[in-house]
């Protein structure tokens, strides 16, 4: 097992009594697993250490911890893909009546997992060369909670669905109008009512391979297409993605009526969401392309929590850096330079219109832009970037901008490396961009890699990199967390905000993940209006103001976790939903 051995600064004796070196076995057969350092304390030799922990007990200070660190497991491997390949240890296991979630990074198995609960290819149990049988599969699984499962799967009596995880690529495999598509696809007699519960009357006639619609209508059609059938298990692979957060909480609680009578797992980024939706969670930890650990499952609270401190517990193990929520005192902006100041905007299109309140942007500040999708938010900032000019109302202001727009297209021929360097040279040179940038990013493992073949998640890494490194006066970032894992958001998220504190500038961020604009904004602007008819931008507002006054129009509550301090999503009719609606706070309570 590897471990860490933590010495704390609390060890303050200056004549150690080293008990914990008496008693340490390899000391007594010789080897020096324990030494002092010229401070006197104690130093332990990880390398030697077998974390027997009585060296933690014979401390009389408390300064000695071990910790074990995460690693592949021994036993319990379901899958491997080559003599070197990536390596799953451990499945969910789907029930009845429960919906099921699964969290972790990308690229350590999540989607392989549902793939083989599935049965689109079977477990292998590690014998990559050799032929697999069900009778094997069913025999290695037999007294567990998976052999009925399985068993039905090798019987052909369990039906199945995926929502596959990248929607846009679709229109390459469904051709045709929309509603000709779910039609030719609904056993369960209920299209009438999917396609109006997601709202998709208005875009039945547009073709799909043409891709006449966009990303978020695309996400809910995937959806209509699970719901649609009547099957025995279902499986939403990250259904929240390019949705807003109305539709993702429309989504989330037709998911999870479904998962009263039905089997349901899903993959889920948004911790919001996540919480709202499902009852126990499993947890994902391993190595990037190397192998992926699935945990016991949890309850979604203690799932969420467990994840956000990086550490199981119950195992004694570290599988990541420690995430913190604080409830910071908002910022005093009447006290901060003034950057930005505009009018009374409006911007008109053929089918929209769009007005924006007069407001001002102040220098050290990160505002947080949320709204619905089609409501006007990317034009605000297109605006503010001098991409587009306003049909009435005026911008003077003469400052450098930086901006990351909303959809990053790969038409940058050449590798990772060369485009930084000729487009932010400064990652490279500035130790302070390479240390709260390059290494934040962990852009060293893509620079070789060619643009045009990044993943998602990597194109939009490298695009708010080479956003936040150019000298500017204000950036302006449009949805940085799309395609990104929940740590990777928290990352971002911290990344950003120390960047815009340390070099003194201002920032605007468009995003629907409540978690990464809880953690990143200094204040708020809330859009409201008829999306794809009419919009309005009102603010800037204070954190607490914005997001009571947004969260009322999406009409949910949030409360702070008491143990972490997130922002929670308050089941529906609880105790705390009534009492916050009664008190007109829908955040949360000050």
């Given at each position: 097992m590897r471990i860490a051995v933590l010495i704390k600064d609390r060890c303050k004796s200056k004549n150690c009594s080293r008990e914990c070196i008496k008693f340490c076995p390899r000391v007594r057969a010789g080897d020096e697993t324990i030494i002092m350092g010229e401070n006197g304390k104690p130093i332990i030799s990880e390398q030697l250490c077998v974390g027997c922990g009585i060296c933690i007990h014979k401390c009389p200070f408390d300064a000695i911890?071990?910790?074990?660190?995460?690693?592949?497991?021994?036993?319990?491997?379901?899958?491997?893909?080559?003599?070197?390949?990536?390596?799953?240890?451990?499945?969910?296991?789907?029930?009845k009546g429960t919906c099921i979630g699964i969290l972790g990074p990308n690229g350590i198995g999540k989607t392989t997992a549902i793939r083989l609960l599935s049965g689109q290819f079977m477990p292998n149990l590690g014998d990559y060369d050799e032929e697999i049988t069900w009778e094997d599969i069913l025999y290695y699984y037999s007294g567990t909670e998976l052999h009925e499962h399985f068993k039905n799967l090798a019987n052909n009596e369990i039906s199945s669905v995926v929502k596959p995880q990248y929607v846009d690529r679709l229109p390459k495999i469904?051709?045709?109008?929309?509603?000709?598509?779910?039609?030719?696809?609904?056993?369960?007699?209920?299209f009438e009512i999917i396609i109006e519960k997601l709202g998709l009357k208005n875009i039945l006639n547009k073709n799909i391979e043409k891709r006449e619609i966009s990303g978020?209508?695309?996400?809910?059609?995937?959806?209509?297409?699970a719901l649609l059938k009547d099957v025995d298990l279902y499986f939403f692979d990250e259904p929240s993605?390019?949705?807003?957060?109305?539709?993702?909480?429309?989504?989330?609680?037709?998911?999870?009526?479904?998962?009263?009578?039905k089997k349901v797992i899903v993959i889920e980024h948004d911790l919001a969401v996540l919480d709202f939706l499902c009852d126990n969670v499993h947890l994902v930890y391993g190595d990037e392309g190397a192998?992926?650990?699935?945990?016991?499952?949890?309850?979604?609270?203690?799932?969420?929590?467990?994840y956000l401190s990086g550490y199981l517990k119950e195992e004694n193990i570290r599988f990541g850096e420690?995430?913190?929520?604080?409830?910071?005192?908002?910022?005093?902006?009447?006290?901060?330079k003034i950057l930005i100041s505009y009018e009374d905007l409006t911007k008109n299109f053929e089918e929209f219109s769009l007005e924006i309140e007069k407001g001002v942007i102040r220098g050290g500040e990160i505002i947080g832009i949320v709204g619905p999708?089609?409501?006007?938010?990317?034009?605000?900032?297109?605006?503010?970037?001098?991409a587009i000019k306003p049909t009435t109302g005026n911008l003077e202001y003469d400052i450098k901008v930086s901006y990351k727009p909303q959809y990053i297209t790969p038409d940058y021929k050449g590798s990772v490396r060369e485009f930084l360097e000729s487009n932010a040279q400064q990652i490279f040179t500035s130790s302070f961009f390479k240390a709260e940038i390059f290494e934040s990013f962990n852009l060293k493992y893509l620079l070789d890699k060619q643009i045009e073949t990044l993943s998602g998640g990597e194109l939009q890494r490298v695009a708010t990199a080479n956003c936040l490194v150019q000298d500017a006066d204000i950036y302006l970032i449009d949805e940085p967390s799309a395609y990104l894992d929940s740590e990777q958001r928290m990352i971002t998220s911290r990344t950003v905000r120390r960047i815009i504190e340390k070099v003194g500038k201002s920032a605007m961020v468009v995003d629907h993940d409540v978690y990464f604009i809880d953690m990143i904004s200094d204040a708020l602007i809330v859009y409201e209006g008829e999306p794809g008819k009419n919009g309005k931008g009102c603010g800037p507002f204070s954190l607490h103001e914005g997001m009571n006054r947004f969260l009322k129009d999406?009409?949910?509550?949030?409360?702070?976790?008491?143990?972490?301090?997130?922002?929670?999503?308050?089941?529906?009719?609880?105790?705390?939903?009534?009492?916050q609606r009664n008190e007109g706070e829908y955040y949360y309570s000050l």
């Open positions: 911890k071990i910790i074990g660190l995460a690693e592949e497991l021994e036993t319990d491997l379901v899958h491997q893909f080559g003599i070197n390949g990536f390596r799953l240890f451990r499945l969910p296991v789907p029930k469904m051709k045709g109008k929309i509603g000709e598509v779910l039609k030719k696809i609904d056993s369960s007699g209920n978020g209508e695309l996400q809910l059609v995937a959806v209509a297409a993605s390019y949705l807003d957060i109305h539709q993702r909480l429309k989504v989330a609680r037709i998911i999870k009526e479904l998962s009263e009578k192998y992926g650990v699935i945990t016991n499952a949890r309850g979604v609270r203690h799932a969420i929590n467990t420690k995430i913190e929520f604080f409830e910071q005192p908002p910022k005093k902006r009447q006290q901060m999708n089609a409501i006007g938010k990317t034009t605000f900032v297109k605006i503010l970037a001098g999406v009409d949910i509550t949030f409360r702070r976790d008491e143990e972490t301090h997130r922002p929670r999503v308050n089941k529906p009719d609880s105790f705390m939903d009534r009492k």
